[in-house]
């Protein structure tokens, strides 16, 4: 990735202005491929209804038929067109994925900004409660919480971002932590800011450059969640196309169908890289102003 080969030149010489344009340019054009490859992740699953080339739940061929020119991704055991079936599916995955990342950030910015500015006593225990539950894989927690709740994307969305609360909250609580240590925060104080306004008009504003690196990346990891819930069934019901449910119904036929399994097997691993590379492009333009005004100091 070339990490190596730029802390060594750091280290040894000044960095050229040839070797930095070049830099900057492979930065650019990373950044415009993942952007790129988002977006049209994104469309490909809002125009399902009109680039899908069959119904996600008619039977249009005999079942468990190879990939072909008719059916690219080939047809599943019920005989659905599994091409179909992966642009429909990417609908509910994503916006379960998309619900459960929102639910995890509306809830763990305010207790880490809570918990990082006031600190002391109710500081403390909002985090001790915050660590106990970051103390529990993320799946075990959400099949406690659905095994309460019942099964059904609700409860899977309610479950998946409640997982991710803690993380939330802990990054959050670290960064005003930070932020509360600046002299502009002490001079809001003296003046007789309310610790309410400070926190939302002197800190919330900074805190969220990295809340906003951390819901791309989180988002990932909730997709990737809630298709294992669904994967196990715990999700959407027969016959609606989901990646994890078509990829959990597809592991009876590997050794028949392995397309079946493969294609919604492949989307979600697909997902995940353009979401974990997007929060890393995110991370790197916004820390770049910051490097730059520390570098001209």
């Keep these: 990735m070339g990490l190596v080969t730029s802390a060594v ?14 830099r900057h340019r492979r930065i650019d054009i990373g950044g415009a491929v993942i952007c790129t490859a988002a977006v049209l992740l994104v469309l490909a699953v809002v125009l399902a209804p009109v680039i899908a080339p069959y119904s996600p739940t008619e039977a249009v061929g005999l079942a468990r038929s190879a990939p072909s020119a008719a059916h690219l991704f080939g047809i599943d055991h019920l005989g659905r067109d599994v091409l179909s079936r992966v642009l429909w599916g ?3 995955t994503l916006l379960m994925a998309a619900l459960s990342t929102a639910l995890a950030a509306v809830v763990g910015v305010p207790i880490g900004l809570f918990a990082g500015y006031v600190g002391g006593m109710r500081g403390g225990v909002s985090m001790r409660v915050m660590d106990v539950l970051l103390a529990f894989p993320g799946l075990l927690l959400a099949l406690v919480i659905i095994t309460i709740g019942g099964a059904g994307v609700g409860s899977t969305v309610l479950a998946v971002g409640v997982s991710f609360v803690p993380v939330f909250a802990r990054v959050v609580y670290g960064s005003t932590q930070r932020v509360r240590a600046e002299e502009y925060i002490a001079a809001s104080i003296v003046v007789g800011a309310s610790p309410l306004r400070v926190m939302t008009r002197n800190v919330l504003p900074v805190v969220l450059t990295e809340v906003v690196v951390m819901v791309s990346s989180a988002f990932g990891w909730t997709m990737l969640l809630t298709a294992a ?8 019901s027969p016959p609606t196309p989901e990646w994890g449910a078509d990829l959990g119904a597809g592991t009876e036929y590997l050794d028949q169908a392995w397309w079946i399994s493969a294609a919604p097997g492949f989307a979600i691993t697909v ?24 570098a001209g100091r």
């Design 9 to 22: 030149e750091h280290v040894i010489e000044p960095v050229s202005a040839p070797v930095t344009a070049r």
């Design 90 to 92: 990417g609908r509910e």
């Design 229 to 236: 819930l669904n994967f196990l069934g715990f999700g959407v």
């Design 271 to 294: 997902t995940i890289l353009v979401a974990n590379f997007l929060g890393d492009y995110i991370a790197k333009a916004l820390s770049a102003p910051r490097a730059e005004l520390v």
